[in-house]
């Protein structure tokens, strides 16, 4: 059964992917993971598909697909609203006879693959704009889950710091068992315009910088700590203070200034990488691009 997972930026969908696979008698098969945005038109087909040797220029060899990979699994195909009609219809058919024909195969390969699928845009309103096909639009979404943003998620907020906690600690071989009462306080109240994803590199900076076994207010970023008294300034006010703005999220006023230290911090934590800051934050690149000109960021 297809499952189609929407929400915003970094509201934490590969992680309901994950717990869905976990969960399903495919748990001791593959998980496969493909982003739909991360590799080029022309190399999309080959890379879900597979190819034989000989197929093109530079096919050297055969090439298992994605959809190979994940046999008897989960395929968890990443921002499928952004795939092009050609692939559009090549996985129509696929979801529809669940066979596949590699690139330069004439022979059809017949799998067992559950596809979970995610997207941070509007797909029902993409079938009407004809940019999306309507029939794989109703074969994904089988089952249909949509994710709030994570300032509309209070209770999850404690479940994923924990885990997070526990994948860092692990990984970076420390012995965190915890976070304070006024820590987890501070990341309560804060907006989270990056969703789970801004919360994810929140947790493990504060890993990376504990020094003991409890995360504490000390080990949080500056844009989380001074949230508060941020929030306690603009609270009650006019809206016209020239110094405030909305944040990445269309949540509370924030101070420019604050603003400035989250935007460097993410484009700090992608490495430069516009594409991956502005889907980081919930903005497009040319909001981005405009808000760094604007703090002389460029």
């Not at 890379?47 to 994940?70: C, W």
Request: charged content about 30%.
């Amino acid at each position: 059964t297809s499952v189609l997972i929407t929400g915003e930026s970094g509201t934490g969908k590969e992680l309901v992917a994950e717990a869905l696979h976990a969960e399903s008698p495919r748990r001791d098969m593959p998980l496969v993971k493909f982003d739909c945005t991360s590799i080029p038109e022309n190399l999309m087909e080959s890379e879900l598909f597979g190819h034989k040797k000989g197929a093109f220029t530079g096919a050297d060899r055969n090439r298992e697909g994605r959809i190979l990979q994940a046999d008897g699994g989960t395929l968890f195909l990443d921002e499928i609203g952004d795939i092009s009609p050609l692939m559009q219809l090549r996985l129509l058919r696929f979801l529809q006879e669940r066979t596949f024909y590699p690139v330069g195969e004439d022979r059809p390969v017949t799998v067992d693959v559950r596809v979970v699928a995610a997207t941070n845009a509007d797909l029902k309103q993409k079938v009407q704009r004809g940019e999306f096909r309507e029939d794989l639009y109703y074969r994904l979404r089988v089952i249909d889950i949509t994710l709030p943003p994570l300032r509309n998620r209070e209770g999850d907020l404690p479940i994923l710091v924990d885990l997070f906690l526990a994948r860092f600690s692990k990984r970076l071989n420390k012995n965190i068992t915890g976070i304070s009462d006024q820590a987890l306080q501070l990341l309560a109240d804060y907006s989270w315009p990056g969703n789970v994803r801004e919360l994810e590199h929140v947790v493990e900076r504060a890993c990376v910088l504990c020094t003991d076994d409890t995360i504490t207010t000390g080990n949080l970023p500056e844009e989380v700590r001074s949230w508060n008294r941020v929030a306690a300034t603009t609270s009650g006010g006019n809206g016209e203070d020239p110094s405030l703005v909305k944040d990445f999220g269309g949540g509370a006023p924030v101070s420019r200034e604050s603003e400035k230290e989250h935007l460097l911090n993410i484009i700090a934590q992608t490495d430069g990488n516009k594409a991956k800051a502005a889907r980081l934050l919930g903005i497009d690149r040319s909001t981005l691009y405009r808000k760094m000109k604007a703090y002389g960021l460029e």
